[in-house]
């Protein structure tokens, strides 16, 4: 992997020369991993015109569990505690002769960027702005492979989950147990906070567990996704509890699902990003559910679980082939509940067989 990590170096230093800068200082610490293969908490890369250094706060170890920085590198550890990396980072690069630095300006706190005014006076700081956030776009089949072993965890979790006991169970102790089985098989852990919603509570995006009970008849709606090695999935499935689902469950339910396939199959490379939202978007609103939609229809993903692009009304730009993203429509009635499907899948072209589902727990509508 050395030679990936440099060869994204240089299309990050081939970017900053053309924006007239001959150094970068990246602090994201998602970018960070991404150039340099692994980093502590805090590190920041300082890319030269010559050598590349990561500049730490403290000792590398294995308590990140996401391996070892990329073995080109050369690593420096600061002299006094409490150090800040970024402005070791910009110190050191005036003491290099360098006339401009490139930093990522939307990671910075107002604070810090004085910080870096003060130690560099005569240093010119450019934004790097998003050069990095797309460079990351597009995926390689090592971060799919990555995404596609994350995406087994969280699909093997939820299937053990489905074949317990649920009823009299909490909303917390079920994302709990979601969030054990997810390491257990191999996770690094969960790829954010997982949601469980039951009865009114089910198809609300982002619901934080609660204490309330499964009861029969409930909507069991589950959000849930896996880290591993970095990188993070997501799923989220919708379920009925105990007894063969009312009229009005089933309907909702293949509203959504008509609505999640649309968008699944506006999935290509060159397809507009506000056209896959609006394809999902679409049956949603045909059907009278226009209010109370979320804003994106889905997102894509990778080392963070919300990356570019995002599958908006107003999102501008189009799809690229190996750009993971989620579909993931949802329609919540106040009082009684509602369904959420969210599938992560990867943009292919046609020829290659179309958007890749990853994640392949069943969607029907399955009573438990």
């Given at each position: ?281 679409h049956v949603l609103d045909s059907a009278g559910y226009a209010d109370g939609l979320a804003p994106l229809m889905g997102h894509g993903l990778g080392l963070e679980i919300d990356e570019d692009p995002q599958l908006a009304p107003a999102a501008m730009g189009k799809l690229d082939a190996c750009v993971p993203v989620t579909v993931e429509p949802g329609v919540h009635i106040p009082g009684r509940g509602g369904v959420r499907i969210d599938d992560t899948l990867v943009v292919r072209p046609e020829a290659d067989g179309g958007p890749e589902l990853l994640t392949i727990t069943t969607k029907e509508l399955l009573a438990l």
């Amino acid at each position: 992997m050395s030679e990936v990590y440099a060869a994204r170096r240089e299309r990050l230093r081939e970017r900053c020369a053309a924006g007239g800068s001959a150094s970068a200082l990246v602090s994201r610490p998602a970018n960070v991993r991404y150039l340099a293969g692994a980093a502590p908490q805090g590190a920041v890369l300082l890319l030269g015109s010559g050598e590349d250094l990561l500049l730490c706060a403290r000792p590398l170890g294995d308590e990140q569990g996401e391996g070892r920085p990329d073995e080109q590198l050369r690593v420096q550890l600061l002299d006094a505690a409490g150090g800040d990396p970024a402005v070791a980072g910009a110190d050191l690069a005036a003491a290099q002769g360098t006339d401009s630095l490139a930093v990522e300006e939307h990671d910075l706190t107002v604070a810090r960027h004085r910080a870096l005014r003060s130690v560099a006076p005569r240093l010119r700081l450019t934004d790097l702005g998003g050069a990095v956030e797309q460079l990351r776009l597009v995926k390689d089949e090592e971060e799919i492979s990555c995404l596609r072993i994350g995406a087994e965890i969280a699909d093997q979790a939820l299937g053990e989950l489905l074949e317990s006991i649920l009823v009299g169970r909490t909303e917390r102790h079920l994302a709990l147990e979601l969030e054990r089985r997810l390491v257990d098989h191999g996770a690094d852990g969960p790829a954010f906070p997982t949601s469980v919603g039951t009865g009114p509570n089910s198809g609300r995006g982002g619901h934080r567990p609660s204490d309330r009970r499964v009861e029969e008849g409930d909507f069991l709606s589950v959000c849930l996704g896996a880290g591993y090695r970095g990188y993070r999935c997501e799923i989220g499935r919708t379920f009925v509890i105990g007894t063969s689902p009312a009229d009005w469950q089933i309907e909702l339910y293949d509203l959504v699902f008509a609505a999640q396939r649309a968008g699944r199959e506006a999935l290509a490379p060159g397809a507009a990003c506000r056209d896959v939202d609006r394809a999902a978007r679409h049956v949603l609103d045909s059907a009278g559910y226009a209010d109370g939609l979320a804003p994106l229809m889905g997102h894509g993903l990778g080392l963070e679980i919300d990356e570019d692009p995002q599958l908006a009304p107003a999102a501008m730009g189009k799809l690229d082939a190996c750009v993971p993203v989620t579909v993931e429509p949802g329609v919540h009635i106040p009082g009684r509940g509602g369904v959420r499907i969210d599938d992560t899948l990867v943009v292919r072209p046609e020829a290659d067989g179309g958007p890749e589902l990853l994640t392949i727990t069943t969607k029907e509508l399955l009573a438990l």
